[in-house]
């Protein structure tokens, strides 16, 4: 065995000194350090897969609308040359609008899709009927689940429907519509169970006032996260329209604002963590450096029978790298043990009050996790990066040290 490492653990053998309860404290807070960041890196990562997961369910992957406000006519044979288009789930066109719902004095003014009664759970899928059936036959509407409780209607009741023709004409007026409620849906995302209805597209055109054509045409494919696919998707779907006024929307630029702001919170959340294992770091030098001071006379001794300053260096920087390499391993471990026993500890301090993921509020049944390899990667990384950084400048002390003095002291 080296030198250098022989004493290096030999000054890790536990003694009754401050030296030794400070390096077990900057071990732990090593550990806590890591431990956070890959539990928070995980958990933000949980959040955005179930977010996509959700927001790619119910949006089209694709969206094609017409250019300077018109429509688009000829909607059918556009769809069919789109649906044969390998990797197109769905091809669906639709006239989406916002409206005003009214029940018993109650008012909402949520999204309403104009939809091929026969297409609408091909291009949003929302799971089984939280009530009812998806039947958009006739003179029904289907609703969200937060939409049904904030006008405190159910299967069955008619809810009254005002076209938007009402506040963009000044000259005419629009009678309203009612509709027979005949299912309600619940997705699990609050803004779409609570801002969307559907419609049959004959329907939603009467109310509109329209003979034909749609506002836009929503595809929805297979493949919509595999980057290559999808890029050869859009590219057939690019000259499908050729030759048209329309311009093509793709998920990514739809949402491109709620991706980026998940994106920044969680590199947010992280940076925040990091600085609790900064803190450990800092520990790591002070127990250094306290040991500098304790060990004062066997440096001077080491230099007197001839040690180089890189060998008593080496001393003290192995000894800051394995006090970061017992907290990296001890903080893997208890990150993999949290997080395969996330969902229990919720549960247990539910029990006494504290309610850290309610149902209610997030509309999941429990918190979702996935560790990426990257994250766990640059997080030991950075540790030893400063591990490195912070067992440099006491081991330059302790090689620094006049041998004469040292032995003296």
């Not at 260096?313 to 949290?338: D, R």
Request: aromatic share 10%.
């Amino acid at each position: 065995m080296p030198f250098t490492l022989f004493l290096a653990t030999k000054y890790l053998r536990p003694k009754r000194s401050i030296a030794s309860v400070i390096t077990v404290f900057s071990v732990v807070g090593v550990m806590i350090g890591i431990a956070a960041v890959i539990c928070v890196r995980s958990v933000m990562t949980g959040f955005g897969d179930i977010w996509e997961k959700k927001i790619l369910d119910f949006k089209p992957h694709v969206t094609i609308v017409p250019r300077g406000g018109s429509m688009i006519h000829g909607e059918d044979m556009l769809a069919e040359r789109l649906r044969k288009i390998d990797g197109v789930t769905s091809v669906t066109p639709e006239i989406d609008t916002r409206v005003m719902l009214s029940f018993r004095g109650r008012v909402l003014a949520p999204v309403l899709i104009g939809v091929d009664a026969d297409e609408f759970t091909k291009a949003y899928q929302v799971g089984e009927p939280y009530f009812g059936s998806f039947d958009l036959d006739g003179d029904s509407i289907v609703i969200g689940r937060h939409v049904a409780r904030q006008l405190g209607v159910t299967v069955g009741d008619e809810v009254t429907v005002y076209s938007p023709r009402t506040l963009a004409s000044r000259d005419e007026v629009f009678l309203p519509v009612k509709w027979r409620v005949t299912g309600i849906f619940a997705c699990g995302q609050y803004d779409y169970d609570s801002g969307y209805v559907a419609a049959s597209l004959p329907n939603v055109r009467d109310l509109m006032g329209m003979e034909d054509g749609v506002l836009a045409v929503h595809v929805k494919t297979s493949c919509p996260t595999d980057a290559s696919r999808f890029a050869s998707i859009l590219k057939s779907a690019r000259e499908a329209v050729r030759g048209r006024s329309v311009s093509i929307i793709t998920w990514q630029e739809a949402d491109q604002a709620l991706f980026g702001a998940l994106a920044v919170e969680k590199n947010m959340t992280a940076v925040l963590m990091l600085l609790i294992s900064l803190v450990a770091i800092f520990c790591v030098m002070i127990t250094l450096l306290v040991m500098t001071v304790q060990k004062t006379p066997e440096i001077g001794l080491m230099k007197a029978l001839g040690f180089s300053r890189a060998q008593i260096m080496g001393v003290f920087m192995i000894h800051g790298l394995i006090q970061c390499f017992a907290g990296v391993v001890l903080g893997l471990v208890a990150s993999w043990l949290i997080l395969t026993n996330l969902q229990n500890i919720v549960e247990f301090l539910a029990r006494f009050g504290v309610a850290v993921f309610p149902e209610s509020v997030y509309g999941l049944p429990e918190i979702p996790h996935r560790i990426i390899f990257s994250d766990v990667a640059w997080s030991v990384v950075f540790v030893f990066v400063f591990g490195v950084l912070a067992s440099f400048v006491p081991a330059l002390v302790a090689a620094s040290k006049d041998p004469v003095k040292a032995l003296n002291e």
